[in-house]
T-cell receptor, first 118, second 116 residues
Framework: AQKVTQAQTEISVVEKEDVTLDCVYETRDTTYYLFWYKQPPSGELVFLIRRNSFDEQNEISGRYSWNFQKSTSSFNFTITASQVVDSAVYFCALSDPLIYNQGGKLIFGQGTELSVKP | NAGVMQNPRHLVRRRGQEARLRCSPMKGHSHVYWYRQLPEEGLKFMVYLQKENIIDESGMPKERFSAEFPKEGPSILRIQQVVRGDSAAYFC??????????????FGQGTRLTVV
């Protein structure tokens, strides 16, 4: 069965600290996509990254970086030098078997609420 | 190119009334997905539609909920005889038809339904 686990329910850090949000997934598919979304207090979903299962290169975008390890089925997200504006709930998601849909059917983790204090 | 548009952003209904949530996909997108986010929870898939067809409704409650995506106009998620437990944020996503862009899905800003 497809499953996404975000074991950290809440994380609290002080501004400028680095923080890593964990994501572990289960899938039987060989081709799949992994996503991270940010949900700020205003409630909308902000797309952060999509990663193809064949691309295991780590990615960096500004203060954000992602570590995809297929061997451990993990797709962790690190924020460097965190800021108060990073406070939000962060969701990791996995695409449902792509044969059945165009990639929009996602399985979401429960989310990690990140609180960055000044 | 406007993003996925959902309206209304906020909807208040009394118990027993009907709620209609609208989703206009991105231009050129022919696949629509609805999700529900209950308080303090992650998003749960409800239904996947293409124009005039329901492809996967495995996440839809068996009663009172229905969805459509007509040939013209937005996709509609309809909840009849709402109950307090239906209070949630409902998100819509759309994706393009081309296989080469499989895996792209864009979310709307959500509709927050409150049942009083």
């Amino acid at each position: 069965a497809q499953k996404v686990t975000q074991a950290q329910t809440e994380i609290s850090v002080v501004e400028k600290e680095d923080v890593t949000l964990d994501c572990v997934y289960e899938t039987r598919d060989t081709t799949y996509y992994l996503f991270w979304y940010k949900q700020p207090p205003s409630g909308e979903l902000v797309f952060l990254i999509r990663r193809n299962s064949f691309d295991e290169q780590n990615e960096i975008s500004g203060r954000y970086s992602w570590n995809f390890q297929k061997s451990t089925s993990s797709f962790n997200f690190t924020i460097t030098a965190s800021q108060v504006v990073d406070s939000a709930v962060y969701f990791c998601a996995l695409s449902d078997p792509l044969i059945y849909n165009q990639g929009g059917k996602l399985i979401f983790g429960q989310g990690t609420e990140l609180s960055v204090k000044p | 190119n406007a993003g996925v548009m959902q309206n209304p952003r906020h909807l208040v209904r009394r118990r027993g009334q009907e709620a209609r949530l609208r989703c206009s996909p991105m231009k050129g997108h022919s696949h629509v997905y609805w999700y529900r986010q209950l308080p303090e929870e992650g998003l749960k898939f409800m239904v996947y539609l293409q124009k005039e067809n329901i492809i996967d409704e495995s996440g839809m409650p068996k009663e009172r909920f229905s969805a459509e995506f007509p040939k013209e106009g937005p996709s509609i998620l309809r909840i009849q005889q709402v109950v307090r437990g239906d209070s949630a944020a409902y998100f819509c996503a759309s994706s393009p038809p081309e296989n080469s862009r499989i895996g792209e899905a864009f979310f709307g800003q959500g509709t927050r339904l409150t049942v009083v």
